[in-house]
């Protein structure tokens, strides 16, 4: 018997030149004194010795044959094997002898694997014969392969797959690449297209079939900051005219109902005509109309009353006026119907206000008037000045009632009485958003600029941005003012110029923890601000300037 791969190689009982192998083809010889039946369904290979070769074993010896070795594995034969696998002639030499001692162990290992592999089914199972017999068929063609000339056809197939991947290559090669994208710091400036190379030869070259790619303009591919800004201001901050028109009708209405009813109910208070104002009639509201002033004007009489400011006053508020009652020597106390609300000979604006509010709260009948004016009005308990929430099918309306000291001549200041808070409550706010809205006119009519329209930009950026919000319209007509005044160009093409200059001057203010109010420098508007809103606020302003379209 023969040992390959530790399995046996036994000559059949009909032909005793034949020896068949239980398994696949290894190098191992061996031999064992019990020889077992074939495989039928794995015996595939087929040995045919020499003449006269015979095998070291008891009773093992090849037929002598005068037949041409071969071997055959699955019925596809083998001619001249490899005398490692089945060629085996010679004496039995002392060499032999010696190193039979030293291969006991492996016959021992070889003996383990024949029974292992001999009984394939039943050590390793249905899924393991499988196994093996797909792995003999495996080396079956490996053998084929190598043994067997190659046809005609494959050489062609492989020169045909050859030429075709150069040509692949050849065409990946000649592929151009398409140009990176600018980073997003440049996107205001236009896009600066390839030039050709200096080391490039002229003239026409063979470089086989290139595809140019599609170039297309930069305009399409991006828009300017001074675009962008265009269509936010137009999509963000252009009040239709119809909602406008809508909101002046009732602030319109409501002042006259207001107006009615306060007559009616103080008739010994001579209030002035109700008149509604605000950034809605000055073209200064961005967004939505939904905020309206409505002052309630209070008739002084001439000559007996004085204006003091507020920083000779014990307050040293240069925010505030205090109104002083004179000449108690020729009209003594009780012949203005204004003097019930003083106090210590000032008008106090804490006692009317107070008066107003419960008015406002309890005695007005606003369901009724609502219903004649086809909306509902509520008065507004959480505010610190008399609110009224006024809400309409088509939008939702705020109108502030203040009372207000108007000025007796041109220059007097125009003075509201605002809750304050210290020795400030007995003084009257001075109100500078008729100033200040009067300039940015002036100053619009004078060049035809886009003042305005940059305090409306400004305005809806931090209405709609949660950081920005604590900077009202007070804080940016400041820096407007002050951008208006020290700058000449207010085209519509510097327009996104002076929006970041003015972002600039928000920030250096912050920084300083100081913003002027420009009629009164010694007003500073940033003063109220703890240190945790100027540092959220210079963060929002500062990541503005480094990317000003995220704030759009």
Same mark, same amino acid.
């Not at 008891?58 to 699955?74: E, F, G, I």
């Not at 007995?426 to 109100?431: A, C, E, F, V």
């Given at each position: 018997?023969?040992?390959?791969?530790?399995?046996?190689?036994?000559?059949?009982?009909?032909?005793? $030149?034949?020896?068949?192998?239980?398994?696949?083809?290894?190098?191992?010889?061996?031999?064992?004194?019990?020889?077992?039946?074939?495989?039928?369904?794995?015996?595939?290979?087929?040995?045919?010795?020499?003449?006269?070769?015979?095998?070291?074993?008891?009773?093992?010896?090849?037929?002598?044959?005068?037949?041409?070795?071969?071997?055959?594995?699955?019925?596809?034969?083998?001619?001249?094997?490899?005398?490692?696998?089945?060629?085996?002639?010679?004496?039995?030499?002392?060499?032999?002898?010696?190193?039979?001692?030293?291969?006991?162990?492996?016959?021992?290992?070889?003996?383990?694997?024949?029974? +292992?592999?001999?009984?394939?089914?039943?050590?390793?199972?249905?899924?393991?014969?499988?196994?093996?017999?797909?792995?003999?068929?495996? !080396?079956?063609?490996?053998?084929?392969?190598?043994?067997?000339?190659?046809?005609?056809?494959?050489?062609?197939?492989?020169?045909?797959?050859?030429?075709?991947?150069?040509?692949? +290559?050849?065409?990946?090669?000649?592929?151009?690449?398409?140009?990176?994208?600018?980073? @997003?710091?440049?996107?205001?400036?236009?896009?600066?297209?390839?030039?050709?190379?200096?080391?490039? @030869?002229?003239?026409?070259?063979?470089?086989? @079939?290139?595809?140019?790619?599609?170039?297309?303009?930069?305009?399409?591919?991006?828009?300017?900051?001074?675009?962008?800004?265009?269509?936010?201001?137009?999509?963000?901050?252009?009040?239709?005219?119809?909602?406008?028109?809508?909101?002046?009708?009732?602030?319109?209405?409501?002042?006259?109902?207001?107006?009615?009813?306060?007559?009616?109910?103080?008739?010994?208070?001579?209030? /002035?005509?109700?008149?509604?104002?605000?950034?809605?009639?000055?073209?200064?509201?961005?967004?939505?109309?939904?905020? !309206?002033?409505?002052?309630?004007?209070?008739?002084?009489?001439?000559?007996?009353?004085?204006?003091?400011?507020?920083?000779?006053?014990?307050?040293?508020?240069?925010?505030?006026?205090?109104?002083?009652?004179?000449?108690?020597?020729?009209? @003594?106390?009780?012949?203005?119907?204004?003097?019930?609300?003083?106090? /210590?000979?000032?008008? $106090?604006?804490? !006692?009317?206000?107070?008066?107003?509010?419960?008015?406002?709260? $309890?005695?007005?009948?606003?369901?009724?008037?609502?219903?004649?004016?086809?909306?509902?009005?509520?008065?507004?308990?959480?505010?610190?000045?008399?609110?009224?929430? !006024?809400?309409?099918?088509?939008?939702?309306?705020?109108?502030?009632?203040?009372?207000?000291?108007?000025?007796?001549?041109?220059?007097?200041?125009?003075?509201?009485?605002?809750?304050?808070?210290?020795?400030?409550?007995?003084?009257?706010?001075?109100?500078?958003?008729?100033?200040?809205?009067?300039?940015?006119?002036?100053?619009?009519?004078?060049?035809?600029?886009?003042?305005?329209?940059?305090?409306?930009?400004?305005?809806?950026?931090?209405?709609?941005?949660?950081?920005?919000?604590?900077?009202?319209?007070?804080?940016? $007509?400041?820096?407007?003012?002050?951008?208006?005044?020290?700058?000449?160009?207010?085209?519509?093409?510097?327009?996104?110029?002076?929006? +970041?200059?003015?972002?600039?001057?928000?920030?250096? /203010?912050?920084?300083?923890?100081?913003?002027?109010?420009?009629?009164?420098?010694?007003?500073?508007?940033?003063?109220?601000?703890?240190?945790?809103?100027?540092?959220?606020?210079?963060?929002?302003?500062?990541? /503005?300037?480094?990317?000003?379209?995220?704030?759009?």
């Amino acid at each position: 018997m023969v040992i390959c791969s530790g399995h046996v190689l036994r000559r059949p009982q009909t032909d005793s $030149s034949a020896w068949y192998l239980t398994g696949s083809l290894s190098l191992h010889l061996g031999h064992t004194q019990h020889p077992t039946p074939p495989n039928p369904k794995l015996s595939g290979l087929r040995a045919e010795p020499e003449p006269g070769a015979w095998w070291p074993g008891k009773d093992l010896c090849l037929s002598k044959r005068p037949a041409v070795p071969s071997l055959t594995v699955l019925g596809s034969p083998l001619v001249n094997p490899s005398p490692r696998l089945c060629h085996f002639t010679g004496r039995r030499t002392m060499a032999e002898f010696s190193q039979k001692r030293g291969k006991q162990r492996d016959e021992v290992l070889g003996g383990t694997l024949d029974f +292992l592999l001999a009984n394939a089914r039943l050590v390793l199972g249905v899924g393991g014969a499988a196994v093996l017999g797909i792995a003999t068929l495996a !080396v079956k063609r490996l053998i084929d392969r190598a043994t067997s000339p190659r046809d005609e056809d494959d050489t062609k197939g492989d020169s045909t797959c050859l030429e075709e991947s150069w040509k692949e +290559l050849s065409l990946l090669k000649a592929t151009p690449r398409q140009q990176p994208r600018s980073p @997003p710091a440049a996107l205001s400036q236009p896009l600066s297209l390839p030039g050709p190379s200096p080391a490039a @030869p002229e003239g026409p070259t063979d470089t086989g @079939p290139q595809m140019s790619p599609p170039r297309s303009s930069p305009a399409l591919l991006c828009l300017t900051f001074q675009e962008k800004l265009l269509a936010f201001e137009r999509d963000h901050v252009t009040i239709p005219a119809a909602q406008v028109a809508l909101a002046k009708q009732l602030a319109t209405d409501i002042a006259l109902e207001l107006q009615a009813y306060l007559r009616n109910k103080f008739p010994e208070l001579p209030f /002035g005509a109700l008149v509604p104002s605000g950034p809605l009639y000055d073209g200064l509201q961005a967004g939505a109309a939904d905020r !309206v002033r409505l002052l309630v004007p209070l008739a002084l009489e001439r000559g007996l009353w004085d204006l003091v400011p507020g920083l000779d006053t014990v307050a040293r508020d240069p925010r505030c006026w205090a109104v002083r009652r004179t000449q108690l020597e020729f009209r @003594p106390r009780g012949s203005s119907p204004w003097d019930r609300f003083l106090v /210590g000979g000032y008008l $106090s604006p804490r !006692v009317p206000l107070e008066l107003l509010r419960k008015a406002l709260a $309890s005695s007005v009948n606003w369901p009724a008037i609502g219903g004649l004016l086809g909306c509902l009005i509520r008065p507004s308990v959480a505010s610190e000045e008399p609110l009224l929430e !006024v809400q309409h099918e088509r939008l939702a309306l705020s109108v502030a009632v203040l009372l207000a000291v108007p000025g007796a001549a041109a220059g007097d200041p125009v003075l509201l009485a605002w809750p304050l808070e210290g020795l400030a409550g007995s003084l009257w706010l001075q109100d500078w958003y008729p100033a200040e809205a009067a300039r940015l006119r002036a100053l619009d009519a004078r060049d035809a600029g886009a003042r305005r329209r940059l305090l409306r930009l400004l305005c809806g950026v931090c209405r709609g941005h949660p950081a920005l919000a604590r900077l009202d319209q007070c804080h940016l $007509s400041q820096v407007v003012l002050r951008l208006g005044e020290a700058e000449a160009d207010w085209a519509e093409a510097a327009l996104g110029q002076r929006f +970041l200059q003015a972002l600039e001057a928000l920030v250096l /203010g912050l920084e300083r923890a100081s913003l002027p109010r420009h009629f009164n420098p010694a007003v500073n508007l940033f003063g109220g601000l703890r240190a945790e809103d100027i540092d959220a606020l210079g963060f929002a302003l500062y990541s /503005g300037l480094r990317a000003p379209e995220r704030l759009l």
